[in-house]
Each structure stands twice: as structure tokens, then as C-alpha cells.
């Protein structure tokens, strides 16, 4: 089968022709040749191993495509801008702590709370967590919770949530002072100073299952009857008794249904007085049918 391809021509070299030049020497004219390459297939001029072929056809790169790969370089510049941003503000020494403010004492004063966080001082506000608040705080039994908020450039908002101190307990010639747990936050050499009840222990130390047994009731109670009360004694876990600073005395019983009976008691008391008939004894052991006497 005849090849379809057409011929090359590649220009020739100077030949001279014994016909044109008569032998003489003279120069000839320059003869084109024209050849066929050997072989079916043509191999475009300047192709070799390792070079594209001339006639591949580029084609643009497709729009979906390109806007996937924009969108990815556009997340990583935003990525590393962004941590940029992050590492200067977690170091940056324009956020350090220079104030403290305290708000929710009342048995420790604001300055012994910030003399315990002086630590924090010149350390980045963002670097600064809850938990390294609470851990400097820890030695200050008054503080039961704290909650921290940072206030940019270079303030610190500490709120104290302190334990409710509810008896005074007596030592020896002081009185200490306890919340619920019986942990002791303060002492005082006259219970007269603080409106609490005093926890009667017997002339004796008094039992741990006596002890939490009164100061459970005592929790129970608003702070206005908290405040009335004289003293609080137990004979058992289940006969826990108040005294009241005007004499009264309150049959609480056990310490269940607590808040019930804080509830029951408090409006017994408010009930207007006879003074034909003093009330004597509260009893509030059976919530739901108390008696007065």
C-alpha cells in the first residue's frame, strides 16, 4: 500500500552539477531535495527521548478545579494567619495581668485574695485558667468556688464563692467558726460578735455522726432563723434540737426532710404571738403535722 504522507523538504546542500556548471568549477544553484521519512510514523523536528511531542494540544485547566485548588490555598493563608494571630495574643506581653478585681468575700477581704493570686502578675491574661486560680486560692479555706473572666488588655474579674459558715463551735476559750462540712474558717473569742447558733457538744467532744447531724439541720435553715437561734445540741443522729435566743426550743428529730422542716419552721415563727398562750416548744419532727406547745 502506497504511505499518504506527503514529503519533507529540508534544503540541500551546495552541489555543483557537471551539467549546469560545464565542469568548469563554477558554483551551482541550490538543489531542494525532498525525502520521506522512513517508517509510518513521523517524528516532529526537535523530538527526542525526553521531549514532548509539538503537537500535544494544552488545554485550560477546568474552572471547578481551579476553584478548588484557589479555595485551598485560600484556607491555608487564612491557617497560618490565624495562628499568627493566636500565638501573638497568648504571649504578647500587651495582655499581661496588671489588675485584679474581687467581687463575693465578705469572710476574707479582697486583698488577701489578690495577695494569693500575686503569682499571676505579668503572665498573659489568656495563658492564665481557672484551674490556676483555684490552685493558688486553695490555701483560703473560705473559698468553697471561684470563677475567673478576662478583661483585655490587663484585667483579671475574680469571683469568690465563699463557705456559709453556720455554728461556732467552742475550744477551749475561743469559738471557731463552721460551715456545713465543719470545716473551721475563722475564731472568735465572743459568740455574742457573730449571730450563729453555738454547738452544744455535752461538756465532751462531741461524735462526727452528732456533729454533721446538727450542722445538716443547720444548713437547712434561712439565714434569718439562722440568725435567731442560741444554740443546737443532739442526743442522737435522730433527736437533733435548736434553742432559740428568746428561750424557745425546737424538736427537729432526724435530718430528714430538711428543707420541709426549715420551711415549716420558719413560718411558725412568723405566726403572730399570743400572749396569753406563749408558744414554749416548736416541733417540726413530722413536718406535715407540727405542734406547738
Known amino acids: 500500500m502506497a504511505s499518504t504522507r506527503r514529503p519533507t ?28 521519512n522512513a517508517g509510518d510514523t513521523d517524528t516532529a523536528p526537535g523530538s527526542g527521548p525526553g521531549s514532548a511531542p509539538d503537537n500535544v494540544l494544552s488545554f485550560p485547566e477546568p474552572k471547578a478545579k481551579r476553584r ?23 504571649y504578647s506581653p500587651v495582655l499581661a495581668l496588671r489588675t485584679v478585681t474581687v467581687d463575693g468575700t465578705k469572710l476574707l477581704s479582697a486583698d488577701q485574695v489578690r495577695a494569693a493570686l500575686a503569682p499571676l ?39 469568690v464563692t465563699e463557705r456559709v459558715p453556720v455554728a461556732l463551735v467552742k475550744q477551749g476559750e475561743t469559738f471557731q467558726l463552721v460551715d456545713v462540712d465543719g470545716v473551721q474558717l475563722s475564731k472568735t473569742a465572743d459568740p455574742t460578735s457573730v449571730p450563729l447558733p453555738v454547738i452544744d457538744e455535752g461538756g465532751g467532744a ?18 434569718d432563723v439562722l440568725a435567731r437561734l442560741s444554740n443546737a445540741s443532739a442526743a442522737s443522729a435522730d433527736a437533733v434540737e435548736l434553742r432559740l435566743v428568746d428561750g424557745q426550743t425546737i424538736i427537729w428529730g432526724n435530718a430528714g426532710e430538711k428543707e420541709l ?21 416548736y416541733d417540726v419532727s413530722v413536718p406535715r403535722h407540727p405542734v406547738t406547745r
Open 121 to 159: 502578675q505579668g503572665k498573659p491574661l489568656p495563658q492564665i485558667s481557672k484551674e490556676d486560680v483555684s490552685a493558688l486560692l486553695k490555701p483560703l479555706v473560705q473559698v468553697k468556688e471561684v470563677s475567673t473572666q478576662g478583661r483585655p488588655p490587663s484585667t483579671l474579674e475574680v469571683r
Open 68 to 90: 478548588k485548588r484557589i479555595l485551598l490555598s485560600t484556607i491555608g493563608v487564612l491557617a497560618v494567619l490565624m495562628a499568627g494571630i493566636l500565638a501573638a495574643a497568648v
Open 9 to 36: 523538504y529540508r534544503a540541500g546542500t551546495r552541489t555543483p552539477s557537471p551539467e549546469r556548471s560545464g565542469g568548469s568549477g563554477g558554483t551551482g544553484t541550490e538543489v531542494i531535495s525532498a525525502s520521506k
Open 206 to 223: 462531741l461524735a462526727t455522726e452528732l456533729f454533721h447531724a446538727i450542722t445538716a439541720v443547720l444548713g437547712a435553715l434561712p439565714a
Open 261 to 281: 422542716k426549715a420551711r415549716v419552721l420558719a413560718a411558725l415563727l412568723k405566726a403572730p404571738a399570743d400572749p396569753k398562750n406563749p408558744v414554749r416548744i
